[in-house]
């Protein structure tokens, strides 16, 4: 049982490059999101997915678009990449559980944008 | 805008030690309220989450409390032990299918041995 799988784990960009972060579950969960995490500072919510076909902005969603053509995946796809986007993001899923999501988390993927 | 506040954000303490780690908010309305373990470089694992409705939950040598009234939550970790070093992050939900959380900034335990 895989859990909650990110791709690449480390990334280097410059400045005005694309890349897509991917995120997939095989846990059948509803919700995806994806967070960033900056020193000091605690995660902070970029996007998230009630479902397949259904997305919507979290706290920082600025420079990032996703999409959520199937329930397993949840690409984060930054279109032209500037240092402020330089963090650790991860991508977490849940399930409701008793009225309570537990969620799962991905083992994080660094990215420095130079 | 809810706000999580944990103080202090780095922790020294002796193998051994009793300890209790802070986290308040400033939402009231909170659906339920987690604490997370994070390792160097891995992601986050979950370790308690406490339901509007309860007022504690239990795990081990861990102990988790809700106060929503004064705003804030506890960790109790009893009898550290060196694995327990790690940074230790609450979240309050606010949303009632949970799954959008707002994180405190963490708290850097180190249990010396």
């Known amino acids: 049982n895989a859990g909650v799988t990110q791709t690449p784990k480390f990334q280097v960009l410059k400045t005005g490059q694309s890349m897509t972060l991917q995120c997939a579950q095989d846990m059948n969960h509803e919700y995806m999101s994806w967070y960033r995490q900056d020193p000091g500072m605690g995660l902070r919510l970029i996007h998230y997915s009630v479902g397949a076909g259904i997305t919507d902005q979290g706290e920082v969603p600025n420079g990032y678009n996703v999409s959520r053509s199937t329930t397993e995946d949840f690409p984060l796809r930054l279109l032209s990449a500037a240092p402020s986007q330089t963090s650790v993001y991860f991508c977490?899923?849940?399930?409701?559980?008793?009225?309570?999501?537990?969620?799962?988390f991905g083992a994080g993927s660094r990215l420095t944008v130079l | 805008k809810q706000e999580v506040t944990q103080i202090p954000a780095a922790l020294s303490v002796p193998e051994g030690e009793n300890l209790v780690l802070n986290c308040s908010f400033t939402?009231?309305?909170?659906?339920?309220l987690q604490w997370f373990r994070q390792d160097p470089g891995k992601g986050l694992t979950s370790l308690l989450l406490?339901?509007?409705?309860?007022r504690e939950q239990t795990s081990g040598r861990l102990n988790a409390s809700l106060d929503k009234s004064s705003g804030r939550s506890t960790l109790y970790i009893a009898a550290s032990q060196p694995g327990d070093s790690a940074t230790y992050l609450c979240?309050?939900?606010?949303?009632?299918?949970?799954?959008?959380?707002?994180f405190g900034g963490g708290t850097r335990l180190m249990v010396k041995p």
């Open positions: 406490i339901q509007s409705s309860q």
């Open positions: 939402d009231s309305a909170i659906y339920n």
């Open positions: 977490a899923s849940s399930i409701s559980r008793s009225g309570a999501n537990v969620l799962t």
């Open positions: 979240a309050g939900t606010y949303n009632n299918a949970g799954n959008m959380l707002t």
